[in-house]
Protein backbone atom coordinates (compact mmCIF):
# COMPACT_ATOMS: atom_id res chain seq x y z
CA UNK A 1 0.00 0.00 0.00
CA UNK A 2 1.27 3.35 -0.67
CA UNK A 3 1.62 5.93 2.07
CA UNK A 4 -0.54 8.96 1.52
CA UNK A 5 0.44 12.19 3.16
CA UNK A 6 -1.98 14.93 4.46
CA UNK A 7 -2.21 18.02 6.54
CA UNK A 8 -6.16 17.62 8.62
CA UNK A 9 -7.41 21.70 9.11
CA UNK A 10 -9.93 22.59 11.52
CA UNK A 11 -12.36 24.51 9.94
CA UNK A 12 -14.62 25.99 13.01
CA UNK A 13 -13.34 29.32 13.72
CA UNK A 14 -14.26 29.13 17.13
CA UNK A 15 -11.84 27.00 17.85
CA UNK A 16 -8.19 27.29 19.12
CA UNK A 17 -7.20 24.81 16.36
CA UNK A 18 -9.11 25.92 13.42
CA UNK A 19 -6.62 26.82 10.29
CA UNK A 20 -3.49 24.73 12.20
CA UNK A 21 -2.34 21.92 10.08
CA UNK A 22 -2.32 18.40 11.93
CA UNK A 23 0.08 15.67 9.90
CA UNK A 24 -1.89 12.77 8.95
CA UNK A 25 -1.03 9.39 7.00
CA UNK A 26 -3.25 7.53 5.55
CA UNK A 27 -6.13 9.63 6.04
CA UNK A 28 -9.43 10.60 3.67
CA UNK A 29 -11.55 12.34 6.76
CA UNK A 30 -10.49 14.83 9.40
CA UNK A 31 -11.85 15.61 13.01
CA UNK A 32 -10.67 18.29 14.98
CA UNK A 33 -9.24 16.92 18.46
CA UNK A 34 -10.50 20.14 20.81
CA UNK A 35 -13.90 20.98 18.96
CA UNK A 36 -14.70 17.11 17.48
CA UNK A 37 -15.81 18.96 13.85
CA UNK A 38 -14.88 17.22 10.87
CA UNK A 39 -12.33 19.17 9.19
CA UNK A 40 -10.81 19.79 5.90
CA UNK A 41 -8.18 17.66 4.55
CA UNK A 42 -5.43 18.19 1.82
CA UNK A 43 -3.20 15.43 0.77
CA UNK A 44 0.11 15.59 -1.35
CA UNK A 45 -0.07 15.09 -5.00
CA UNK A 46 1.75 15.22 -7.97
CA UNK A 47 1.43 15.48 -11.77
CA UNK A 48 2.88 15.64 -15.29
CA UNK A 49 1.71 18.21 -17.74
CA UNK A 50 2.27 15.52 -20.45
CA UNK A 51 3.63 11.66 -21.50
CA UNK A 52 7.35 12.72 -21.90
CA UNK A 53 9.63 10.77 -19.66
CA UNK A 54 11.82 12.95 -18.95
CA UNK A 55 11.26 16.21 -16.75
CA UNK A 56 12.75 19.36 -17.83
CA UNK A 57 11.06 21.68 -14.92
CA UNK A 58 9.61 20.94 -11.47
CA UNK A 59 7.53 23.03 -9.53
CA UNK A 60 6.04 22.94 -6.05
CA UNK A 61 3.74 24.69 -4.57
CA UNK A 62 4.14 25.23 -0.91
CA UNK A 63 2.69 27.74 1.78
CA UNK A 64 -0.68 26.34 1.97
CA UNK A 65 -3.19 28.82 3.28
CA UNK A 66 -6.31 26.76 4.51
CA UNK A 67 -8.40 29.88 4.45
CA UNK A 68 -8.43 30.40 1.36
CA UNK A 69 -7.61 27.11 0.31
CA UNK A 70 -4.78 27.66 -2.17
CA UNK A 71 -1.04 27.71 -2.38
CA UNK A 72 0.87 30.92 -1.48
CA UNK A 73 3.85 30.07 -3.67
CA UNK A 74 5.34 28.58 -6.26
CA UNK A 75 9.09 27.05 -6.26
CA UNK A 76 10.56 25.81 -9.48
CA UNK A 77 13.91 24.41 -10.60
CA UNK A 78 14.70 23.88 -14.19
CA UNK A 79 17.55 22.02 -15.79
CA UNK A 80 18.81 23.88 -18.63
CA UNK A 81 21.24 21.13 -19.41
CA UNK A 82 17.98 19.29 -21.69
CA UNK A 83 18.07 21.50 -24.78
CA UNK A 84 14.67 19.98 -25.79
CA UNK A 85 11.12 20.58 -24.54
CA UNK A 86 10.70 18.11 -22.05
CA UNK A 87 7.86 17.64 -19.53
CA UNK A 88 6.89 19.41 -16.54
CA UNK A 89 6.07 18.24 -13.12
CA UNK A 90 3.89 19.90 -10.44
CA UNK A 91 3.83 19.03 -6.82
CA UNK A 92 1.51 20.18 -4.18
CA UNK A 93 2.45 20.15 -0.48
CA UNK A 94 0.85 21.63 2.56
CA UNK A 95 3.39 20.70 4.31
CA UNK A 96 6.27 22.82 3.08
CA UNK A 97 6.11 26.23 4.20
CA UNK A 98 9.36 27.23 3.66
CA UNK A 99 11.37 28.52 0.30
CA UNK A 100 14.39 26.79 1.50
CA UNK A 101 12.78 23.46 1.76
CA UNK A 102 10.49 23.42 -1.55
CA UNK A 103 13.51 23.99 -3.43
CA UNK A 104 15.45 20.60 -1.72
CA UNK A 105 12.49 19.02 -2.49
CA UNK A 106 11.86 19.95 -6.25
CA UNK A 107 15.64 19.47 -6.88
CA UNK A 108 15.06 15.95 -5.26
CA UNK A 109 12.08 15.36 -7.19
CA UNK A 110 13.54 16.16 -10.53
CA UNK A 111 16.81 14.30 -10.12
CA UNK A 112 14.42 11.15 -8.97
CA UNK A 113 12.74 11.73 -11.73
CA UNK A 114 15.38 12.35 -14.72
CA UNK A 115 17.37 8.80 -12.95
CA UNK A 116 15.39 6.66 -15.77
CA UNK A 117 15.46 9.36 -18.46
CA UNK A 118 18.21 10.14 -21.03
CA UNK A 119 20.47 12.70 -19.21
CA UNK A 120 22.82 14.75 -21.46
CA UNK A 121 25.39 12.48 -23.27
CA UNK A 122 28.02 15.10 -23.24
CA UNK A 123 29.06 14.82 -19.34
CA UNK A 124 27.51 18.06 -18.27
CA UNK A 125 24.78 17.04 -15.98
CA UNK A 126 22.20 19.08 -14.64
CA UNK A 127 22.55 22.86 -15.10
CA UNK A 128 19.67 24.03 -12.44
CA UNK A 129 17.56 27.10 -11.96
CA UNK A 130 15.98 28.25 -9.27
CA UNK A 131 12.77 30.82 -9.61
CA UNK A 132 10.37 31.73 -6.67
CA UNK A 133 6.76 33.13 -7.45
CA UNK A 134 4.71 34.12 -4.71
CA UNK A 135 1.13 35.48 -4.67
CA UNK A 136 1.92 37.69 -1.67
CA UNK A 137 4.29 39.81 -3.54
CA UNK A 138 2.48 43.06 -4.34
CA UNK A 139 1.06 43.25 -7.98
CA UNK A 140 4.27 45.21 -9.24
CA UNK A 141 6.76 42.89 -7.46
CA UNK A 142 4.78 39.46 -8.86
CA UNK A 143 5.18 40.49 -12.11
CA UNK A 144 8.51 41.59 -12.42
CA UNK A 145 9.52 38.01 -10.79
CA UNK A 146 7.09 36.24 -13.33
CA UNK A 147 9.08 38.90 -16.07
CA UNK A 148 12.37 37.15 -14.47
CA UNK A 149 11.31 34.13 -15.04
CA UNK A 150 10.06 34.82 -18.52
CA UNK A 151 13.52 35.72 -19.45
CA UNK A 152 15.26 32.81 -18.00
CA UNK A 153 13.29 30.86 -20.90
CA UNK A 154 14.71 32.82 -23.52
CA UNK A 155 16.82 30.88 -25.94
CA UNK A 156 15.02 27.28 -24.85
CA UNK A 157 11.84 25.81 -26.08
CA UNK A 158 10.13 26.61 -23.35
CA UNK A 159 10.10 30.14 -24.55
CA UNK A 160 6.88 31.41 -26.44
Known amino acids: ?????AVGYCEDGGCGQYGKGVFLLNQ??????????????VH?????????????????????????????TIAIVRDDSLEEDHNTYHYFSPMVKTEKRAFVLAERILGSLNQQGK?????????MKENLLTWDDTRELFR??????FQTLRGTPLHA
Open 144 to 149: ANCNAY
Open 44 to 72: EEGNFENEDKLVKEVQVSFDYNPELGEYR
Open 119 to 127: LPSDGSGAL
Open 28 to 41: TSFECSTCHQSGKV
Open 1 to 5: MRMRR
